[in-house]
């Protein structure tokens, strides 16, 4: 597909479990980005992959999260013993190389709840 | 820190012009100004951006302040279907997108 495809788009998951998000990006982007967004709330950064560089994990709210993308294709946010307030849903954008003069494309996102 | 400032809210009549103002006042030369919008249940999509000069597209247009401290995007003729949150954003270079609040549009019939 030409867009950004994210997948599952909806994901159940037990407390204390843990979650796989994955992302495919638009071919040839070589930045990357996952945000997360809550109920009724803004998008908060998480993490940012360009190019070769060492990603941008500043964004990242504790060591259960984690994320991992192959040369400049498929990633993949992994949440590790869930927990309710990782209930929101995980937006996956990118973008051409230089993403301050090209716009981002995002996926429609991934809605997480934990039970 | 989305270093922009926008109006949390605006409400606009249908098929009137819209203006939707943001402030940057601590721009940097080469940030670029972008604007995003979120529609409900959707993911953000890309409006428009600039860096000095006004820009149109078949979306909206942006008007840029002389200093380049605010910007305003314009919505020529805003339909029920343009109600989202608007997002106005500093982008410089490889630097991650950093997305405040945003202003949430609604369209008066």
């Known amino acids: 597909g030409a867009g950004v495809s994210q997948s599952p788009s909806n994901k159940v998951t037990e407390k204390g479990k843990d979650v796989e998000l994955r992302c495919d990006p638009i071919s040839g982007h070589t930045a990357l980005y996952w945000y997360r967004q809550r109920l009724g709330q803004g998008l908060e950064f998480l993490i940012y992959f360009q190019g070769n560089s060492a990603p941008d994990k500043s964004g990242l709210p504790s060591d259960r999260f984690s994320a991992e993308r192959t040369g400049e294709s498929v990633s993949t946010l992994t949440i590790q013993r869930t927990q309710q307030e990782d209930s929101a849903v995980y937006l996956c954008?990118?973008?051409?190389?230089?993403?301050?003069?090209?716009?981002?494309?995002f996926g429609q996102g991934t809605r997480l709840t934990v039970v | 820190d989305a270093k922009t400032t926008q109006p949390n809210s605006m409400e606009s009549n249908e098929e009137e012009p819209v203006h939707l103002p943001c402030n940057h006042s601590t721009i940097s030369g080469t940030d670029y100004i972008h604007w995003y919008r979120q529609l409900p249940s959707q993911g953000p999509e890309y409006v428009i951006h600039g860096l000095t000069s006004n820009v149109n597209n078949r979306m909206a247009s942006l008007a840029i302040a002389e200093d380049r401290k605010s910007s305003t995007l314009i919505l020529h003729r805003a339909t029920l279907r343009d109600a989202a949150v608007y997002y106005c954003i500093r982008a410089f270079g490889n630097e991650k997108l950093t997305f405040g609040t945003g202003t949430r549009l609604t369209i008066i019939p």
């Open positions: 954008a990118s973008s051409l190389v230089i993403p301050g003069r090209r716009e981002a494309f």
